[in-house]
């Protein structure tokens, strides 16, 4: 079995912020899995589906971000899925907007939800699928960061989030279907 995991923050008013593009994913994803988030445990909405003849546990924390690593920990936990077969879905700011890259493993680059995942897994060993948002620049974008994150998409992005989603949801089944390496080669070069 696969745990794939979405972050982002509950509730309705954070629902199309940068930060929620976990989630976002996710729920393209459903579809395909034939799936729904239809159980809550773990502090998650929770939800199974096959996706490239694999069983796959979805999740998506309901504890804010800070706190994700329990929803995930647990969830591994109780299903015995290895750190290897947790895909992480997440904004990276240090990507431009809609590239993706794959990775395993490697540390938390300052996102508090994959710190929270490390802490309470006890592993870098997951796979991350980092979902380029670019970064606020200018002066004191350092500090414009947290605002920036917790913001909508602008209008320009959002015309391509659509067909952004679609690539995450045809990465993520393919590292369902063939594995981290061929995915990585198939993805991971520049957009």
């Known amino acids: 079995m696969k745990l794939i995991c979405g972050l982002g923050n509950p509730g309705r008013e954070y629902e199309r912020h940068r930060h929620n593009i976990g989630f976002m994913v996710v729920e393209a994803l459903l579809p395909r899995a034939r799936a729904e988030l239809n159980q809550e445990k773990f502090a998650a909405k929770v939800g199974q ?18 706190l994700s690593g329990r929803s995930v920990a647990e969830a591994a936990r109780f ?18 907007l809609g590239r993706l890259q794959l990775k395993a493993g490697g540390g938390s680059g300052g996102h508090n939800g994959l710190k929270s995942i490390v802490s309470s897994l006890g592993s870098e ?30 209008d320009g992005e959002r015309r391509q989030l659509d067909e952004l989603i679609a690539r995450a949801v045809d990465v993520t089944e393919c590292w369902v279907r063939d594995g981290l390496s061929v995915a990585m080669n198939r993805f991971n070069r520049k957009a």
Do not use: C, W
């Not at 589906?49 to 800070?66: D, H, K, S, Y």
């Open 79 to 96: 299903y015995k899925v290895a750190p290897e077969d947790v895909l992480v879905i997440h904004d990276e700011l240090d990507l431009p």
């Open 125 to 154: 060993a997951f796979v991350r699928l980092r979902f380029g948002i670019d970064k606020p620049t200018g002066p004191n974008a350092r500090e414009r960061v947290a605002g920036y994150v917790l913001s909508n998409f602008d």
């Open 49 to 66: 589906g096959t996706l490239a003849g694999e069983r796959v546990l979805f999740i998506e924390p309901q504890t804010f971000m800070n």
